[in-house]
């Protein structure tokens, strides 16, 4: 690494970052730091003005580089904040010397679109930390370097599966469990054989012949380390059928079976996998990500949002009604267009719901009708259509008029339309993970 970079970096992170990539990389990466650092700081105040945060006794505006800020501050129990922040940055800086996808929009692959956000959770500002990755690790894994990843297959003797395990990862009485290679490297899992897999938004989550193959990586990725739970593999069955009954207007992809290598009897957290069967897109249809959708010009945004707000408003509204809130944010939200129009609409990764209390569900997704709206209003509302809106190329009044119009007389109705809109404080939630409070945004539809 030159001088020169050796200068351009601020952290250690960056520096470490810089070290050790090649020159050609190092200096596309150093030349995005200060974009990277601007992102990060806007993200830090926008949280600063709508978030229920400690007090700030500084002026936002007097930083360059979110780091400096965070420590001026000085808020409690911010260190693990500020480590995940200054990984942000690089990851960030790294994630946008990538190169751009030359296939046309319409005529890309799930996986191509998966991998083409490039700058990750639009409002979080650890949307790009991988604590305990490094550059490298970025480069191999990351969705949007559009590595191929060789997920290794750990024959696991003393395991515990349920749902439909597929013949073709049994060997004999042991399953072949799919491990990612990050994490098999670290806890030294032995492994027979390989299964080609492309990362997917979530990177622990990847695309593998006919399947989602939701893996664990116990590092600390935007907002949580990434383990599956033993609860998590007893249930992901059990919830998505439920789901499967109980979502109306809306397709689920569901969880076909879940498996975990037992340790102590238990099943391991850091040796879980949750299997998906992929979505196969219909004649003339593309599936993406509804974060994709950012990269796209929509032409008649008014008409192409009202087709849209037909397919997922109504759905959402009513199962709410009925004591169910989805996480439908813009990553878990696939969408189906078809001549560039919403045809259909898919929810993935089903372990955040959270349901009005009975039996046969996990207590920990049971909830009081206020955490159950508050979720669907925070993750659809204030987070997938806010960012959708703010991506169109109309007036967002005239768009949150035309979402209006396709809200159902449900007992939600009047606090959609009028009360001040509940958002996830996402910042908060680093430095007080166990934090119940929420963020408010004016009512987008008094505007």
Not at 246 to 258: D, F, P, T
Not at 265 to 279: A, C, M, Q
Request: charged share 20%; proline share 9%; glycine share 6%.
């Amino acid at each position: 690494m030159c001088q020169d970079q050796i200068i351009l970096t601020q952290t250690p992170v960056e520096s470490a970052f810089a070290a050790a990539l090649d020159e050609d990389r190092a200096e596309r990466f150093t030349a995005e730091l200060p974009g990277a650092r601007a992102a990060i700081l806007a993200r830090l105040r926008r949280a600063l003005a709508v978030e229920p945060l400690p007090q700030v006794s500084v002026d936002p505006r007097a930083f360059s580089h979110p780091v400096d800020l965070l420590t001026a501050l000085r808020w409690p129990r911010s260190e693990s904040l500020v480590t995940e922040v200054s990984h942000s940055v690089a990851g960030l800086a790294l994630s946008r010397t990538t190169s751009p996808l030359t296939t046309p929009f319409l005529s890309r692959s799930l996986e191509e679109h998966e991998q083409s956000v490039v700058d990750g959770h639009p409002l979080h500002p650890c949307c790009r930390n991988r604590t305990g990755f490094t550059a490298l690790d970025h480069l191999a894994y990351g969705p949007e370097h559009r590595p191929v990843v060789a997920l290794g297959l750990h024959p696991a003797k003393d395991h515990v599966v349920f749902g439909d395990w597929p013949g073709e990862l049994r060997d004999g009485d042991r399953i072949l469990l799919p491990v990612h290679p990050w994490q098999a490297d670290r806890l030294g899992v032995p492994t027979t054989g390989t299964l080609t897999a492309y990362p997917l938004m979530a990177l622990r989550t990847l695309s593998a012949g006919d399947w989602h193959v939701k893996t664990t990586l116990s590092a600390q990725i935007t907002s949580a380390v990434r383990d599956i739970s033993g609860d998590s593999i007893a249930t992901a069955t059990t919830v998505s059928d439920f789901l499967s009954t109980a979502v109306e207007g809306i397709e689920l992809q569901a969880n076909r079976a879940s498996a975990a290598v037992l340790t102590d009897g238990e099943p391991d957290r850091r040796l879980g996998v949750i299997l998906r069967d992929k979505p196969v897109p219909r004649e003339g249809e593309t599936l993406l990500p509804l974060a994709a959708l950012r990269a796209h010009h929509v032409p008649d945004p008014g008409a192409w949002l009202r087709e849209f707000a037909e397919l997922t408003v109504p759905p959402l509204m009513t199962l709410l009604a009925r004591g169910v809130a989805l996480e439908a944010h813009e990553q878990n939200l696939v969408v189906g267009l078809v001549d560039g129009r919403p045809s259909r609409v898919v929810y993935r990764d089903l372990a955040d719901i959270r349901v009005s209390p009975r039996p046969g569900l996990p207590t920990r997704l049971h909830a009081s009708p206020e955490a159950l709206r508050a979720k669907t209003f925070a993750t659809f509302f204030a987070t997938a259509l806010t960012g959708l809106i703010g991506t169109l190329d109309a007036p967002d009044a005239e768009l949150w008029d035309v979402v209006a119009k396709t809200v159902p007389d449900t007992p939600d109705r009047h606090a959609l339309l009028h009360d001040p809109l509940p958002a996830k404080p996402l910042t908060l939630m680093r430095l007080d993970p166990g934090t119940k409070a929420w963020a408010y945004l004016p009512n987008p539809f008094r505007s």
